[in-house]
């Protein structure tokens, strides 16, 4: 048996001045949110894969000695080899360079429609929200109607009549795209206009827009950045659609959704061509739909389980 | 009740009248005439034609000659197909498209249903992340790869299902499963997440200390609350089959609206792609002012009177 010295049953000294000390380091909102989104490990997951993915989408077309557009019609419909990573199209183009070039694309298009539904949502949004009365029912009345309109139906007319293109396609897509942003921003803004720290900024003199930009809009950041992030898969979701029905980029550019959907024609007899695009357009809406049900966690605490 | 049925059906005939306008507009503003073809046409024939359908008069005519026919339920010709009118297309297409929506609504609904039941009942458990992992899934892959996948897998390599076409209930099991797989792990997450915030409420604890079965609560008190939202999202679903039903229809040569649909955008056929936009417009809006109405029925406590949308 193990001896306890007796000076272990000396009572402990209690000091009340050190009852009142914060023992832990104070943590800003923003550091709450990365540690308890640092502990949702699928969220991670997803980060991981979208860093992986973007740093390929940049560095990867310069891994191959192959040109995205580039026809070789001696090998035509090869599968991957060392040669060729991910095998050629039915032009003897490189998939490879093709995938990761497409990648640049609908990454783009993802993220520029996101960005720009994030600009006119915010302003939208942040203006009904904080005029509030005749301003706001007017300003939500129109994106009411707007809202009521078929998204797809309305994109494939636009692009249609617009022609393909890069700048279309975003076009089409943001046109009624940025309501969901608007409305979400209008709702914050409403709840947090009455707050102390706002009327403190107004009785100090702060102009409106100070106040939003300074006051309101970081204080929604939460929101707006999972709308954001959710917002880029479905952009990428819309493109690949288009594309199926020939409404995508138009050649020899390659976004996944044109890969894909030719592909989709090819499956029976050359599968790669389907695998490689489909299966990144797929880790690409995982990764940005799982970062931001993590993101939407981490931010809300009360959803905790 | 009335007033509020009354002041959704006033704005949704606003919404209906930007879209004929918009689309009317867009329309004319496509490049080419619709006579423009490969083969210029002699001038007394192109003028014959314009004059046939109306195309020599002022836009303002026009204008108010299509909204006048789309009263009339007259969704105009199609100029690639001499003879065929858009009517003629919704008439044949809408049927066969509207059998294999309500297919894939119903998988949808029912299977998606019961995946989030069992993934909350059995929280944190392998059922949960098995059912969540199948959701995700199902979300992350695009409707057509998703059927070309099942067309391949299923019925070109095993054998078990037709490959194409539109003949038995056999042939209709394969699109209607490739169209209702994002709606059905869309439903299964949302009712996973109503019914675990559901099952944590006092009532349920409640029901358990009357000594209720496990079925008891499930059927009688959890899921009849849970399925709320599931209803608020019939709306968004029926947009979502619908517009799934242009790439499915093509995918399985089925001869439904969709796939004249695609085939119109193919060909640039601006009448046909005007008259089925304005035709499906018409059929999502009442869709959806169907689902709000029916959720201000199920749900006393949304009050209805105030014309609120449910954020």
Redesign the interface.
Known sequence: MQQIPKEMFQPASVDLSEAEKISKPSLSYWKDVSIRFRKNKLAMFGLVLLVILVFMAIFGPYMTKYDYATNDLMSTNQPPSAKHWFGTDELGRDVFARTWYGARISLFIGLAAALIDLFIGVLWGGIAGFRGGKTDEVMMRIA???W???????V???M??L?QGLGTMILAMTITGWINMA?IVR?QVLQLKNQEYVLAAQTLGASTSRIMFKHLIPNAMGPILVTLTLTI?SAI?TE??LS????GVPQPLASWGTM??EG?QA??YY?WR?FFP?TF???T??AF??VGDGLRDALDPRLR? | MLKYVGRRLLSMLLSLFLIITATFFLMRAAPGGPFSGEKKLPPEIEKNLNEYYGLDRPWYNQYFDYLVSIAKWDFGPSFKYKGQTVNDLINEGFPVSFFLGMESLLLAVSIGILLGVIAALNHNKWQDYGAMIFAVLGISVPSFIMASLLQYVLAIKLGWFPVARWESLQHTVLPALALAATPMAFIARLTRSSMLEVLSNDYIRTAKAKGLSRGQITVKHAIRNALLPVVTYLGPLSAAILTGSFVIEKIFGIPGLGSHFVLSISNRDYTVIMGVTVFYSIILLSAVLLVDIVYGLIDPRIKLAGGKKGE
Do not use: M
Request: charged residues 5%; glycine residues 8%; proline residues 7%.
């Open positions: 009411d109607i707007l009521a309109v078929p998204y797809l139906l309305l494939i007319l636009l249609v009549i022609g409305r709702g898969p979701f690949a659609f199926y029905l020939g409404l894909a959907s989709v499956l029976q599968p389907l489909a357009i797929c880790l809406i995982f739909n799982v389980k």
